[in-house]
């Protein structure tokens, strides 16, 4: 159910400036991670994906770093832009599931202008 | 990319009442079909696995009693909430693992206010 006053981790950042999103997953047996960004009433957009058998992949204006050993993923996103505040996700897939997502807790990205 | 189809996109429905929501892959045909619940400034959680043609495997915890799943065509999948409850409130979104079985695909989702 609902927890009341529970708060999602909030990223304040200044217009222009580099964003780093931070997510820490469990299972070593996922191989494929993706970042989706949500906005208010919205479903999740995807941004960009990751295979286990990679550690940096970039797409336009952002990059994701996977980081086996400490099972970490991050966004990393360039020249953060007003548009880009949202609430952030990452989300894992274990091998050999049917392609049910597990979605990490998420992060509010704030953009100031 | 592919769409993803939801509707109705807000729904608001008295107590005891059963609401359907309806989640279509528009211009690709999905097997599977995933049903995610949201509450406020939470993460998205896995409801159900919907397979086209057999029965959705439902989360632990999830009871599929009320939360009837139908995946009669590769393009559609509901959702029932039956005898709806407010606690029962929630965003519900779904999403459709597209035919290479890597991306999944996220409808607009559905905001249930029961009353």
């Known amino acids: 159910g609902e927890s009341v006053g529970l708060h999602l981790p909030t990223l304040s950042v200044q217009e222009g400036d580099n964003s780093i999103i931070n997510c820490a997953y469990s299972?070593?047996?996922?191989?494929?991670f993706i970042w989706y960004k949500q906005e208010s009433g919205k479903g999740p957009q995807f941004i960009i994906d990751i295979r286990s058998n990679m550690d940096k992949r970039q797409g336009q204006r952002v990059t994701v770093l996977l980081n086996k050993t400490v099972k970490h993923l991050s966004l990393q996103i360039a020249a953060t832009q007003p548009g880009d505040s949202a609430v952030y996700f990452c989300a894992e897939k274990t091998r050999g599931s049917q392609g049910n997502l597990i979605f990490g807790k998420g992060t509010k990205l704030s953009v100031k202008p | 990319g592919a769409v993803v189809s939801q509707h109705p996109s807000w729904v608001i429905c008295k107590s005891g009442t059963s609401v359907k929501i309806e989640c279509r892959s528009l211009d690709f045909q999905a097997t599977t079909m995933f049903w995610y619940r949201q509450f406020p400034k939470q993460s998205l959680m896995l409801m159900a696995t919907s397979n086209e043609g057999s029965k959705a495997t439902y989360e632990q915890g999830v009871e599929k009693d009320k939360f009837l799943i139908n995946h009669a065509s590769l393009t559609l999948s509901t959702l029932t909430v039956t005898s709806a409850h407010p606690e029962d409130s929630s965003f519900y979104i779904c999403?459709?693992?597209?035919?290479?079985?890597?991306?999944?695909?996220f409808g607009q989702g559905t905001r249930l206010t029961v009353v």
């Open positions: 999403s459709a693992l597209g035919t290479l079985d890597t991306e999944a695909f």
């Open positions: 299972n070593s047996a996922s191989d494929y």
